[in-house]
């Protein structure tokens, strides 16, 4: 029989990547959980890991068990809730892609109040960070990019939508429908680190010849929108930000586009089936944005 905690110091390595740092998530000694470690492979009669000086990486039986020890681990954390007070609510841990608008996830929260329904969570990161916390079952389900080829997790798309110029309404060329990269030669501009098309937003540029002074890089949209309205630069962003006095003219010839959706494992399905109202409430304010922002007449 496998103990629980044998299966958290595995989980623990895997996920910190080294001995120390799991031992300190687990709040053991390094000695405490190599042993418990080591009891665990010779249980299993495989070793686990590879070690090196630096961090240790699986092998391949310890590959083919950490799909297990997730699963065991989901599935002991379902059993523990469910045997919670009837009058204690379900919980609902909803991670969001950091490139999507917080003030329409918080239109959506006020509207839904899903504090109300839920012992909720709300968690803002990358694509990968996402990714990884579904994996790891820190998050029921995420708001994130989808139809990008991964196979791991349910998928439901709700919008797509394509890029375009963000720049001050009082620029000069803010009345304009489509700027060519060349125009924009000498313009300053703003570096949204963060965004998950910022590499092709870099060669389309630099493919034209466009090499602009950056007077900001950030991962922060408010903060970007705001300097955008104070004249700073221009950017590139996703069509559904908005902001008064910011208008979104289209980058000539930059075609890209994202599809935004939920992405949830096998355990969280119900929730693509039938979603809380929060998810329907983030769907409609998606949906009302997709055209972009209105320019002034």
């Given at each position: 029989?496998?103990?629980?905690?044998l299966?958290?110091?595995?989980?623990a390595?895997?996920d910190?990547g080294?001995?120390s740092?799991?031992?300190?998530?687990?709040n053991?000694?390094?000695?405490?959980l190599?042993?418990?470690?080591a009891?665990?492979?010779?249980t299993?009669g495989?070793?686990?890991f590879?070690?090196t000086?630096?961090?240790?990486e699986?092998?391949e039986?310890?590959s083919?068990?950490l799909?297990?020890?997730r699963?065991?681990?989901r599935e002991?954390n379902?059993a523990?809730?469910?045997?919670?007070?009837?009058?204690?609510?379900?919980s609902l841990?909803?991670?969001v892609?950091?490139s999507v608008?917080s003030a329409?996830?918080?239109?959506a929260?006020?509207?839904?109040r899903?504090?109300k329904?839920y012992r909720?969570?709300?968690?803002?990161?990358?694509e990968?960070?996402l990714?990884?916390h579904?994996a790891k079952?820190?998050?029921d389900?995420a708001?994130?990019?989808?139809q990008?080829g991964?196979?791991?997790?349910?998928?439901?798309p709700v919008?797509?939508?394509?890029?375009?110029?963000?720049?001050t309404?009082?620029h000069?060329l803010?009345?304009?429908?489509?700027?060519?990269?060349e125009?924009?030669?000498n313009?300053?501009?703003?570096?949204?680190?963060?965004?998950?098309?910022?590499s092709?937003?870099?060669?389309h540029?630099?493919?034209?010849g466009?090499?602009?002074?950056f007077?900001l890089r950030s991962t922060d949209?408010?903060?970007v929108?705001?300097?955008i309205?104070?004249g700073?630069?221009?950017?590139?962003?996703?069509?559904?930000?908005?902001?008064e006095g910011v208008v979104?003219p289209?980058?000539?010839?930059?075609d890209l586009?994202?599809?935004?959706?939920?992405?949830a494992?096998a355990?969280a399905e119900?929730l693509?089936n039938a979603?809380?109202p929060?998810?329907?409430a983030i769907?409609?304010?998606?949906?009302d944005?997709g055209?972009?922002?209105p320019?002034p007449?």
């Amino acid at each position: 029989m496998l103990d629980r905690y044998l299966l958290r110091y595995f989980l623990a390595v895997v996920d910190q990547g080294n001995f120390s740092r799991a031992a300190a998530h687990c709040n053991v000694s390094q000695p405490t959980l190599s042993v418990g470690i080591a009891k665990l492979e010779r249980t299993l009669g495989t070793p686990l890991f590879v070690r090196t000086n630096q961090r240790v990486e699986l092998t391949e039986a310890g590959s083919r068990f950490l799909v297990h020890a997730r699963r065991i681990e989901r599935e002991f954390n379902l059993a523990i809730g469910s045997m919670s007070p009837a009058d204690h609510p379900p919980s609902l841990r909803l991670g969001v892609l950091g490139s999507v608008p917080s003030a329409l996830v918080a239109q959506a929260v006020a509207a839904a109040r899903p504090m109300k329904q839920y012992r909720f969570e709300l968690i803002f990161g990358s694509e990968r960070e996402l990714t990884s916390h579904l994996a790891k079952g820190r998050i029921d389900i995420a708001l994130t990019l989808v139809q990008r080829g991964g196979e791991r997790f349910l998928e439901k798309p709700v919008c797509t939508e394509g890029y375009a110029l963000a720049m001050t309404a009082d620029h000069p060329l803010a009345g304009h429908e489509s700027i060519a990269a060349e125009e924009l030669a000498n313009e300053v501009m703003i570096v949204r680190r963060h965004c998950e098309a910022l590499s092709d937003t870099s060669r389309h540029f630099t493919e034209r010849g466009v090499r602009p002074h950056f007077a900001l890089r950030s991962t922060d949209d408010d903060r970007v929108l705001n300097l955008i309205a104070a004249g700073l630069g221009i950017t590139v962003m996703p069509l559904c930000y908005r902001r008064e006095g910011v208008v979104r003219p289209l980058l000539a010839g930059f075609d890209l586009k994202r599809t935004l959706g939920w992405a949830a494992s096998a355990e969280a399905e119900h929730l693509l089936n039938a979603p809380p109202p929060l998810f329907l409430a983030i769907e409609q304010r998606l949906a009302d944005r997709g055209t972009g922002f209105p320019r002034p007449a």
